[in-house]
């Protein structure tokens, strides 16, 4: 049966398939490994600088000048996508850019002009394709790489933008690691900065009286930027982190598949040959009988 | 028992250090600060480039670089909270003559006003102050 020959070529390359993707599985959860330890390093950095600014909010006087706190009439939307430098991660980017599109085209609707900064290939080409406008595309470094440093450059740029008027709102749209096998798009306001109650009292956690130095508002506008980098940074670890979970799901179930697929296959091919030999079982008898 | 003062120092990256000492000295924007045990309540930020000095429960002392952060004291904690910090020790020599040099000719080739000079400038003092460190302290024994 020339059946045989073809099944033995398919049976062998389902399972080479399901070795790479299990090879990729376990590349993907090794680097969600090493990314969520990442955030565990970063965690008590964010901490701190929050917890500063709690402290300090109430200390600050509002007619001081604090820029990056003002609202003002939206013209420009700008929007930080973070989404993945390559593909076979399941429906994660797919995921993200589909509800990036509706709230880019609800924006326009109203009115609005839309600005995408982007960190991550994926997302650059995916815009581009559909004639969104792209003001800036970061590269350098690799998001798998990316450190502080790429997340305080982005920041910069950001702060930049906005305080140039280049646009008068600024928002991050990423996915959200929410647990292995959850992962959210989301969006989150970054500029103007609206979390933080300025000039309320103070909570009565700290210790009230301390010393300033020099004073106020030149320590908080050094901490703003600060506070700034890590929003920006912990998105980019969580969108990693969604990334390399994504990957390995659907890398897992990719294996699964190609597990069983050979399985099936096996199953056909044994019985041809169990079949082939019977035949041929037969004709040796049968010539056998024959000729005595 | 003498007094002694929680010293934690965090970083993007890792906290450095998170442990009883018995003093400790660094620069503020506006001058230097030496904290001692029970100091009072401060918040202020840390010199762009700088040092600090951590003189440990017994007595010996050690050198860190601090860089571009915050420091707080809080109910007997001083948290310094910083962009870059490193120990005398850990300082690599060849990286940062290789930034020392890259700010150098980033600087030569530009305009002494504008903003990308100033941030070379700052990289170049930041990579002078590390290699200051480090070479004060080359020699010293490791850390406890």
Redesign the interface.
Known sequence: MANLKELRGRIKSVASIAQITRAMEMVASMKLRKVQAKAQAFHPYTEEIRHMIERLAGKVSKEGELPLFRAREVHTVGILVVSSDRGLCGSYNSNLLFSLKKIAEELQQGGKQVKFWCYGRKSYAWLQRRGFHVERFFVEPALDKADFGAAKMIAQALVEAFSTGLVDDVRLYYTRFQSMIRFVPKQEPFLPISSIAVGEPDDDRFELDFLLEPDANTVFNRLMPRYLETVVYDAMVQALASEHASRRMAMKSATDAAVRMNKGLKKVYNRARQENITKELLDIVGGASAVS | MAADLHL?I??????IVDRKVAAVSFQ???GGYGILPHH??????IAQTGSAEITEVDGRKHELFVS?G?A????NVL?L?C?AGEFAHEIDLNRVKAAEQKAREKMAGLDKLSEEFLRAEAQLRKALAREMLARRNSGTGSLG
């Open positions: 934690r965090v970083t993007p990256d890792r906290t503020g924007v506006d009072a309540p401060l918040m202020t930020a571009d915050f707080q004291m809080q109910h948290t909270v962009e």
